[in-house]
């Protein structure tokens, strides 16, 4: 089981986070993935439970900030927490939310409102649970040592549901082992074609189309993705290419063309002239003669 913690100002941004469906995606696109993974892209999230809370995110939200409101020392009110199994592990929604549960309690937020909520878009098993870290009487939850605390609580778990030991964050690795770079062929292979196919082509069509003649699926959104022929899904910025810079590129790239399409123009019409026949106009509306 891997888990993360992390604190936060804003409730409704970490609460729209883990109940919606991802914002880079549409309609279309998420039937895509879905048939493609057999995972739920569309409505992925469902809430297991509430607590001391009811409502939509907005509703969610505003109740979060409201108790919050009885701390004026907190800035950061938002618990954030996330447990993942390791592949091929599952349990029923019961024993999810008791995990949700069992983290709660470990960072002493059992009795705060919180929501515990089950992704089905990731072929491993995953839960959020947003917390407030104040409390109905006003004191607020410590943050301190979180990372070692929520280490610990994840091999506690894993024996208690007899899951598969997951190594440690890198923080609480050993000095060698965190010396150790982590490399993701999966990653580095993809980098290297997008890098080659930015090379080949000069506009977006070309470049969806290179990269699926490479192997992969482009999802094309607020975001960019690409799923490869294992299946797996990696967003264009985790490799360093996210839309944004793609399009800066091929933008780029089809400003050069035209300029050397123009400066081919402009030696065609100069050795017209030097022939002794008509300057063409290299550009609509400006026109040159022959003196």
């Not at 729209?16 to 057999?38: I, V």
Request: net charge positive; hydrophobic share 30%.
């Amino acid at each position: 089981m891997i888990g993360y913690v992390g604190t936060g100002g804003s409730f409704l941004g970490c609460i729209q986070y883990c109940l919606n469906d991802k914002e880079e995606l549409s309609e279309k696109q998420k039937e895509q993935l879905s048939r493609l993974d057999g995972l739920q892209h569309s409505g992925r999230a469902e809430i297991l439970s509430y607590n001391r809370c009811f409502g939509n995110p907005k509703e969610l939200a505003q109740q979060f900030r409201d108790v919050a409101r009885l701390s004026k020392r907190v800035e950061k009110p938002v618990f954030h927490f996330s447990l993942r199994l390791a592949p091929g592990e599952s349990l029923n929604c019961n024993q999810l939310e008791e995990i949700g549960y069992e983290c709660a309690k470990e960072f002493g937020v059992a009795n705060n409102q919180y929501i515990c909520v089950l992704h089905k878009d990731t072929s491993e098993q995953h839960i959020h649970i947003v917390a407030n870290r104040v409390g109905l009487d006003g004191k607020a939850a410590s943050d301190s040592n979180s990372y070692k605390r929520m280490a610990a609580l994840c091999r506690r778990l894993e024996k208690q549901y007899h899951l598969q030991e997951v190594l440690s964050p890198k923080a609480f690795l050993s000095a060698n082992e965190r010396l150790l770079p982590r490399h993701d062929s999966r990653k580095t292979q993809l980098q290297k074609d997008i890098r080659q196919a930015l090379t080949d082509v000069n506009h977006f069509d070309q470049f969806t189309e290179r990269m699926k003649d490479l192997g992969y699926t482009v999802l094309k959104g607020r975001g960019i993705a690409f799923i490869d022929n294992k299946k797996v899904r990696i967003k264009g910025s985790e490799v360093g290419f996210s839309l944004s810079k793609i399009e800066q590129i091929l933008n780029l790239k089809q400003k050069l063309e035209i300029n050397v399409k123009e400066q081919e123009n402009y030696r065609q019409a100069i050795e017209r002239g030097m022939a002794g026949g008509n300057l063409l106009p290299p550009h609509k509306g400006c026109y040159w003669t022959q003196r």
